[in-house]
């Protein structure tokens, strides 16, 4: 079985996803205007619903349903890329207008804003402050990790260290909260963890070399921004070129100078070291088939 049939075969899951999209729904177009339309528009452009999928499969079987949860932190994700393509000034997100390019840049802050807030109004409804709690903290994580962002920009002396800081603070942290939400339980939070910083190399490797057909965004987004990512980190080191046009110079071939140098190969190893590391905490766990699959098909991504 591939790994994405045997995700799709778990038990539950269709019902979830249906009820998922219902209620993501209802909790965007709760307070009717623009940042109702906005938020209708960004979950219109889909997404791979990755984080509530998370949730979902490390569901304690005997708590409550999963899907104030899965809302939750789908709302938190898709807040955060709206204030994310903002703050990059990237122009397309999912293969179509991204939010300020669309509506401006006012209209996006106040639509991520809105999204972020609905995100925490359908959790503390479930009366969980638990949820809450560890929500909250993601939130904050994904906050000191854009901040880091901000002053790692055109630095390519950045270490690897800090880069791997960045990426459990910006990404991963949300990823150990979709597998802490709904269990409670420690290994699977470190599984998020570790799949979170996987995730996240392969986001950057992508950002290099992916096609606009297939991630749905412009490459080169990183370097052109000065963000200092693991395959331009690398390429950085040898490549006196990279290395200046990371610091801010001119861009001039430096990103097939980044794939020729061997980086990107290199960096997605990296990530695939990280998937192993998530894995290996899952040993003697349920679910763990199709946990599996997920790491297989985030380390495999070209979307
Ligand atoms: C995508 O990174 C961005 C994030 C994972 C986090 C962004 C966080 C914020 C903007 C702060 C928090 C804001 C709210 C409203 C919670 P990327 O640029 O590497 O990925 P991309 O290629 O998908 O743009
Ligand atoms: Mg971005």
């Known amino acids: 079985m591939s790994a994405l049939a045997t995700v799709q075969a778990a038990p539950g899951l269709d019902t979830y996803l249906e009820e998922l999209e219902d209620r993501l729904a209802i909790a965007v177009a709760a307070r009717p205007g623009l940042v109702a339309e906005i938020g209708t528009e960004a979950l219109a452009s889909g997404g791979k619903r990755l984080r509530p999928l998370l949730v979902f499969l490390t569901a304690d079987p005997e708590a409550g349903s999963p899907v104030a949860a899965g809302v939750a932190i789908e709302l938190v994700h898709m807040a955060s890329l709206v204030h994310d393509d903002l703050i990059d000034g990237a122009e397309l997100r999912r293969g179509r207008a991204s939010v300020w390019s669309a509506y401006g840049a006012g209209a996006a802050r106040a639509g991520g804003v809105y ?3 609905r995100a925490f109004a359908e959790l503390a ?8 709690a560890i929500l909250a903290d993601a939130a904050l994580a994904l906050v000191r990790g854009e901040g880091l962002e901000r002053n790692q920009r055109h630095r390519p002396e950045t270490s690897v260290e800090e880069y791997l800081n960045r990426c459990t603070l910006k990404t991963a942290k949300l990823f150990e909260a979709a597998c802490l939400l709904s269990s409670r339980r420690p290994e699977l939070g470190e599984f998020g963890l570790a799949l979170g910083i996987a995730f996240q190399i392969v986001d950057d490797c992508l950002d290099c070399a992916g096609q606009t057909v297939e991630t749905g965004k ?30 801010g110079g001119s861009l001039e071939g430096a990103l097939l100078r980044v794939a020729a140098s061997g980086a990107i190969e290199e960096a997605r190893q990296v990530a695939r070291n990280y998937a192993e590391r998530a894995l290996a905490c899952l040993d003697g766990l349920e679910a763990r088939d199709e946990l599996e699959a997920i790491a297989e098909a985030v380390v495999d991504r070209t979307a």
């Open 115 to 117: 999204l972020f807030a």
């Open 218 to 247: 412009i490459a080169g987004t990183d370097l052109r921004e000065g963000i200092p990512t693991l395959p331009l980190l690398l390429a950085a080191r040898e490549d006196a070129l990279v290395r200046q046009a990371l610091a």
């Open 125 to 132: 409804e479930t009366g969980d402050g638990g949820a809450v």
